[in-house]
């Protein structure tokens, strides 16, 4: 059937456009016949084999396209040509190809073609041509890259090797030398200094080479150095990912041995607050300046000094700024803030404030549901910016660690998308308070006691105990390594103040110093133990004294105290004391008697004449 003029001049029409489709893309293509002569080609070939077009059409295509080897020119049976006519399918391969000086290296793609519309059959190839040249050499570029960077992170992991080895030496050492001088407090904070001063150089030495094969990495895939491939991109991505981990096993192994150290006894002094902020400040603000966030301090006026660990606090703040810089967004706000506050959950003259350090960010924040996962050790929060800033999830929990190793808290409070505030609450010494701050709560006009509630300050489940001690710097000593044990403190300057807030508090125990101003201990004891403070009778008494005379020991059972302790007074034997009288069995024998002793009253009051004969 022959086709009509309109049908020939649309056949025409899309062979043009065709032609012109193909003749815009990069690649080479060309057309030949079975011989390997040039049946159609675009302009690309024109340009890879610089003729012109005419020229070109019926002519051998080996001979305008001389392929090599390895060097060696390809023989006609090799020509991809001849090979995609004998595989009658799609062959590829890479070829040099010499076009007057200058070299190049082509990824040639030839297909097998039938054409089954005449009689006999015509048989073709089509050859697709890419200038590869920049691929290889960028390729070339990056494994050596690549194998740069595996031998020197494998220098690096033997030098972690060794570090290790050198740090459970080290270990071994200073566990040695606790045994041998376990009494010499001194000479193991000196070894603690020296391995976090170790610690701090090795951290140096390991993150210097690691930044630069990160820095490499970063600039491949930039494409600092040439245009590479997805195959490529993958392997830069492995080696970048592999560096991070690297990075990420010596900041464990540096955090770990901070929350070590951190174990150990603090090395407390008068602080002053405005330079501890500002001492802080500097090793954020590169951190920030780089992120174009603006970096705030705010300091109430008139603070008072902090008895804390300076260093320890100061690592406690930069933690927190460090972490709300990393998780805000460019051009956000970091502030940190410095307050005095009253802390109404604390009843004792001794401390009654608490300074409150607030660090205010406008990152991503925090939901509801990951807040509890905030201060585990190893435990990360997902999120936008955390999976672009990787971490071993240690920083908090060290926070946490030291805040708690002060007496202090730590809390937090977060919007998603809006920001996060992280405070941390340290106690601040009152000592100009002259009595305690529930002094004028202690008589009830109509009942004559007051019943403890949860608005006095007592917290529900933890043992009371009041200490009746007049010198400051005793109660200050024995007060902390109590608070730190979990016992709550109530506080008598005097024996009479003692028997007050006895009757008022109904404390678990109480701490009776015995030489004390206007009444003394030992009287204050028989005046408790009297029947006419029948709900004093049976709570438990140790007597504290200095002056540990012969005798005295005798005269304090007497009066009614259940333990007798000399000073100085060793902490622990007063903790295992106090827990060994409060223990479940010693309470309950102590509520019998109790019970034994109100039924017998209610019984007299009923019938005075009940125990005469």
Request: glycine fraction near 6%; charge should be negative; charged fraction near 25%.
């Amino acid at each position: 059937m022959e086709s009509t003029p309109s049908q020939l001049q649309e056949l025409r029409s899309t062979l043009g456009k065709m032609e012109i489709a193909l003749g815009a893309v990069d690649s080479a293509i060309v057309w030949t016949n079975a011989e390997g002569r040039i049946q159609w080609c675009n302009k690309s070939f024109d340009r890879l084999v610089g003729k012109l077009h005419i020229m070109i059409l019926g002519k051998e295509l080996p001979t305008l396209l001389p392929l090599y080897y390895d060097g060696v020119l390809v023989p006609a049976e090799k020509y991809p040509v001849a090979l995609a006519i004998e595989k009658k399918g799609k062959f590829s391969q890479s070829y040099e190809f010499h076009l007057g000086e200058h070299g190049s290296i082509i990824e040639v793609v030839s297909t097998y073609v039938e054409i089954v519309a005449n009689e006999p059959k015509e048989i073709s190839v089509v050859i697709a041509i890419n200038d590869i040249t920049e691929q290889q050499r960028t390729q070339s570029l990056l494994l050596q890259a690549k194998i740069e960077s595996e031998h020197r992170v494998e220098l690096r992991t033997q030098e972690l090797v060794e570090l290790n080895k050198r740090l459970n030496q080290q270990n071994y050492e200073l566990q040695l030398a606790k045994q041998v001088a376990e009494d010499s407090n001194e000479e193991l904070a000196r070894a603690t200094r020296l391995k976090d001063e170790f610690l701090a150089n090795m951290s140096h030495e390991l993150r210097t080479p690691l930044n630069a094969i990160l820095g490499m990495s970063e600039a491949l895939q930039e494409h600092v150095f040439g245009a590479i491939n997805q195959e490529q991109k993958d392997s830069l991505e492995t080696i970048t990912s592999s560096g991070t981990h690297l990075l990420e096993l010596i900041n464990d192994i540096l955090d770990v041995a901070k929350i070590e150290s951190g174990q150990v006894e603090i090395d407390c002094s008068q602080t002053e607050i405005n330079e501890l902020c500002q001492s802080s400040l500097p090793f954020v603000k590169q951190q920030a300046l780089r992120k174009r966030i603006h970096l705030e301090l705010k300091i109430a006026p008139n603070l008072p000094e902090l008895f804390v660990d300076e260093r320890r606090i100061r690592q406690v703040l930069i933690n927190l700024l460090s972490n709300a810089i990393k998780f805000t967004p460019e051009k956000g706000r970091v502030s940190l803030a410095v307050s005095l506050q009253q802390n109404p959950a604390k009843i004792t003259n001794e401390i009654m404030s608490e300074i409150r350090f607030a660090v205010t960010d406008t990152g991503i924040g925090i939901s509801p549901e990951n807040m509890q996962k905030l201060f585990q050790p190893f435990v990360q929060i997902d999120g936008a910016l955390n999976r672009q800033n990787t971490g071993t999830g240690l920083g908090l929990a060290l926070v946490k660690s030291i805040v708690e190793m002060h007496n202090g808290t730590v809390s937090v409070t977060s919007e998603v998308g809006v920001g996060s505030c992280f405070t941390i609450a340290l106690p601040c010494e009152n000592i100009s308070m002259s009595s305690p701050i529930f002094t004028n709560q202690l008589t009830n006009q109509s009942t004559g006691s007051l019943e403890p509630s949860p608005d006095n300050g007592i917290a529900e489940g933890l043992p009371i105990l009041l200490l009746a001690e007049d010198n400051d710097g005793n109660k200050l000593t024995i007060s902390r390594y109590l608070k730190a044990k979990g016992y709550q403190l109530l506080f008598a300057k005097d024996g009479q103040e003692a028997i007050d807030i006895a009757k008022a508090m109904r404390p678990d125990l109480i701490l009776m110093d015995i030489q004390m101003p206007n009444i003394d201990g030992l009287e204050a004891i028989k005046i408790i133990r009297r029947d006419n403070i029948p709900e004093l009778a049976n709570i438990p008494i140790i007597a504290l004294t200095a002056l540990a005379m012969t005798g005295d020991r005798e005269r304090c059972i007497k009066a009614g105290a259940n333990e007798y302790l000399t000073k100085p007074i060793k902490l622990n034997q007063l903790a295992n004391t106090i827990k060994q009288i409060l223990s479940p069995k010693a309470i309950k024998n102590r509520f019998f008697v109790a019970q034994r002793s109100r039924t017998t009253k209610k019984l007299e009051s009923q019938n005075p004449n009940l125990n005469n004969p």
